[in-house]
C-alpha cells in the first residue's frame, strides 16, 4: 500500500518568500529520518516546498480560471512537504511517521493513495491509461 | 524547476464520490498531453481523509487523531509533479486543466541547492543516494 505522510508545519502559512530550512543540525536529523526510510525499503519520494507566499492558487468561477498569487491570507493550514512511502498497512505509515523528528508546531497527516484496483470496473476502464503513463514517467 | 500542483478536496472527493466517466476522460486527455510535453513527473489521488489519520509532534511526544479531518478546509485530493520552465508555466498548464470548480495550489519544489550552506557536501551526497534508490524503488 502506497501512503503519502503530509507534513504540515504551523506558521508556513505566512513564512516570506525566499524562506529556506537553515537550521544545520534540523536538516541533518531530517535526512537521517530520510536514510531510515530509504534503507527500510520504504521511500518511493520526499519533496519540501518552497513557502505558499511564491506560489498561485487558480480556481474556476463559472468554469474560468481565476489566478490569485500567495499568500493567502485566510488559510490556516499549509502543506511544507511531503514523503511517499510504500508500506504494507496504515499502522505502520502511522508507525513511520511518529519516528519523524518533528517539531512542536509541526503535524504529519497520512493519507492512503488510490491504486487502479480501488476503483469500480467503469473508471478503471477510463482510467487504465492512467497507470501505463506512470509506468512510462518511471522508466 | 518543478511545481507541485495541489488538488484541494471537495465535500464529494471526501465522501469518496468517484468524478464522472466524462471528467474521468478528459483528465485522461490532459494527463496525456502532460506526458507528450515531458512536463509530467508524478500525479496521484489519495483516499478521503476519513481513513487517513494525523500524527502531531509535541517534543518527544506522538498524538495520533484517526480521520476525517472536518475542521480544515485545506484537505488534498491528489497532485501532480510538473518539470517545468517557470511559475507562470505551470500555471498556463492548470489553466487548461479539466477542472469546471474547485482550487488548486500551485508550489514550487526546493531543489538541494536551495538550501544554501545548511546542506553540507555530506547531507548532499546521501540526498543523492536517497533519490538515486528512491527512483530505482519507484520504477521497479
Keep these: 500500500m502506497r501512503f503519502m505522510m503530509l507534513m504540515i508545519p504551523h506558521g508556513y502559512e505566512s513564512a516570506a518568500p525566499g524562506t529556506v530550512p537553515d537550521d544545520v543540525e534540523r536538516v541533518g536529523s531530517m535526512m537521517a529520518f530520510n536514510e531510515s526510510l530509504q534503507k527500510a525499503g520504504v521511500l518511493i519520494g520526499c519533496e519540501g516546498l518552497h513557502p505558499p507566499s511564491m506560489g498561485a492558487r487558480v480556481s474556476f468561477p463559472g468554469g474560468k480560471p481565476k489566478v490569485v498569487d500567495g499568500p493567502f491570507a485566510e488559510v490556516k493550514e499549509v502543506l511544507g512537504g511531503y514523503w511517499l512511502i510504500d508500506v504494507t498497512s496504515r499502522a505502520e505509515a502511522i508507525e513511520w511517521a511518529s519516528r519523524c523528528p518533528g517539531g512542536e508546531n509541526e503535524v504529519i497527516e497520512i493519507r492512503q493513495v488510490q491504486e487502479l484496483e480501488d476503483f469500480s470496473p467503469a473508471v478503471q476502464d477510463v482510467a487504465s491509461e492512467f497507470t501505463s503513463m506512470q509506468q512510462t514517467l518511471k522508466k | ?140
Design chain 2, 1 to 140: 524547476m518543478r511545481f507541485i500542483v495541489l488538488v484541494k478536496a471537495s465535500p464529494d472527493s471526501e465522501a469518496g464520490v468517484m468524478p464522472s466517466t466524462e471528467l474521468l476522460t478528459e483528465m485522461g486527455r490532459f494527463n496525456e498531453e502532460l506526458v507528450k510535453a515531458g512536463v509530467l513527473l508524478a500525479g496521484e489521488g489519495l483516499h478521503p481523509s476519513s481513513k487517513g489519520a494525523r500524527v502531531r509532534c509535541e517534543g518527544k511526544k506522538r498524538t495520533v487523531i484517526d480521520g476525517p479531518f472536518t475542521e480544515t478546509k485545506e484537505l488534498l485530493a491528489g497532485f501532480w509533479l510538473l518539470q517545468v520552465k517557470s511559475k507562470e508555466e505551470a500555471i498556463e498548464w492548470i489553466k487548461r486543466s479539466p477542472f469546471q470548480e474547485g482550487e488548486i495550489e500551485i508550489r514550487q519544489v526546493f531543489e538541494a541547492t536551495d538550501f544554501g550552506e545548511a546542506m553540507t557536501p555530506e547531507l548532499l551526497a546521501q540526498e543523492d543516494r536517497l533519490r538515486a534508490d528512491s527512483a530505482a524503488k519507484a520504477g521497479r
